[in-house]
T-cell receptor, first 111, second 115 residues
Framework: GESVGLHLPTLSVQEGDNSIINCAYS??????FIWYKQESGKGPQFIID?????DKRQGQRVTVLLNKTVKHLSLQIAATQPGDSAVYFC??????????FGKGTRLHILP | SAVISQKPSRDICQRGTSLTIQCQVDSQVTMMFWYRQQPGQSLTLIAT?????????ESGFVIDKFPISRPNLTFSTLTVSNMSPEDSSIYLC????????????FGEGSRLTVL
């Protein structure tokens, strides 16, 4: 299958530990942010989103934190499982309603 | 949510030829977009597919190279014209649901290899 993310930064986490994936965005006018998960050979899959009027949002096992002051976004995955292995992308909704993707991080789960 | 189907899922093409990728959505979407994902890279927005009018292209992408059609709310095509090996990539169709929160749904992608 497709090996997306060969040249992307990698985060290795022990199974069961928490994972924190970070992202810096560029446009201070962006008002909506999304985290996507991309498994090998598949299209990106929505994980969680957050609007700029919030600084934290929680989902099932995932939390997104937004720091508008330093234009930083993070994704926290609790109790990381083997199925969490994938490439994770943050994306921002530009003022013209187009969604622009960040560089991506490959999450590798250690047994 | 929306299910987005693309075809072909993959193809091997000869230099100088053109290939059209089809994208079908099972729900009405307001916006449809085409992205390119080169090996080991992130997604780059090519253009917004506008229903019944010319697509809106991002910097670095032009209509002659990537003509796009969107005849209705649930279907779009992207043609990669006069292909060269540099066009080898995954091409992804995406859509935003009408009345949705703004998230994009993606197809599985079309992986093109140009020899």
């Amino acid at each position: 299958g497709e090996s997306v993310g060969l040249h992307l930064p990698t985060l290795s986490v022990q199974e069961g530990d928490n994972s924190i994936i970070n992202c810096a965005y560029s446009n201070s006018a962006s008002d909506y942010f999304i985290w996507y998960k991309q498994e090998s050979g598949k299209g990106p899959q929505f994980i969680i989103d957050i609007r700029s009027n919030m600084d934290k949002r929680q989902g099932q096992r995932v939390t997104v934190l937004l720091n508008k002051t330093v234009k930083h976004l993070s994704l926290q995955i609790a109790a990381t499982q083997p199925g969490d292995s994938a490439v994770y992308f943050c994306a921002e909704n530009r003022a013209d309603d187009k969604i622009i993707f960040g560089k991506g991080t490959r999450l590798h789960i250690l047994p | 949510s929306a299910v987005i189907s693309q075809k072909p899922s993959r193809d091997i093409c000869q230099r100088g030829t053109s290939l059209t990728i089809q994208c079908q959505v099972d729900s009405q979407v307001t916006m449809m977009f085409w992205y390119r994902q080169q090996p080991g890279q992130s997604l780059t927005l090519i253009a917004t597919a506008n229903q019944g009018s010319e697509a809106t292209y991002e910097s670095g992408f032009v209509i002659d190279k990537f003509p796009i059609s969107r005849p209705n709310l649930t279907f779009s095509t992207l043609t990669v014209s006069n292909m060269s090996p540099e066009d080898s990539s995954i091409y992804l169709c995406s859509g935003q649901l009408t009345g949705g929160t703004g998230e994009l749904f993606f197809g599985e992608g079309s992986r093109l290899t140009v020899l």
